[in-house]
């Protein structure tokens, strides 16, 4: 699956924020049984530490969402060159998603999938794919992929893309591992 290398870039950004929030923590710990300063001396290295890895934290985060949104892109890139479109297309496109917008459940966009195959309306596919991607709607993916074998590999990447970004799970680990946490407090 083409989503390997993005997965690999995903996990070492994960890796790389996990790491400082770690050095982040053991500072904290190192202060609580450090003699040489005081409570209020404490406080004030542990707040600009936050700070510093809050701020950290949240650039990794950045550089994981654009590389998910620039694989999406590319993605939507791909799959306009392998189903094709031309200039002329860029009505039927907009009248296409326009169209597919408008589709509420999956049997009327497998309807409607199929009707774009049997056409050759390649503009219609793309945005029926497109709307099947976002509703997860996995059985009108499928077809696509079969029908347009050249493009197959980008439908269901695509798709996988997708899941990836709305699944409520990944979005709890994306969220536990960019949380830094409020700054705790040292008691005089």
Do not use: C
Not at 7 to 14: A, L, Q, V
Not at 49 to 59: G, N, P, Y
Not at 67 to 84: D, H, M, P, Y
């Amino acid at each position: 699956m083409a989503l390997d290398a993005l997965k690999t870039e995903i996990d070492g950004y994960r890796a790389k924020a996990i790491a400082e929030i770690s050095q982040y923590r053991e500072l904290h710990d190192k202060l609580k049984t450090d003699p040489s300063l005081t409570p209020l001396g404490k406080q004030e290295v542990l707040a600009d530490a936050h700070r510093l890895v809050t701020e950290s934290v949240a650039k990794i985060q950045k550089q994981e969402e654009t590389a998910i949104a620039t694989k999406a892109e590319s993605l939507q890139r791909s799959l306009v060159a392998r189903i094709g479109t031309s200039g002329g297309d860029l009505v039927a496109m907009r009248d296409a998603e326009e169209r597919a917008d408008r589709l509420e459940d999956d049997k009327d966009a497998m309807r409607t999938i199929e009707r774009a195959i049997r056409s050759d309306d390649r503009p219609l596919a793309h945005a029926v794919i497109r709307k099947a991607n976002e509703s997860g709607w996995a059985d009108v993916v499928n077809k696509a992929a079969e029908a347009y074998p050249s493009a197959g590999e980008a439908i269901r990447d695509a798709a996988a893309l997708h899941r990836y970004t709305t699944d409520i799970r990944e979005g709890f680990v994306r969220a536990a591992t960019y949380s830094v946490g409020d700054a705790p407090r040292f008691r005089g």
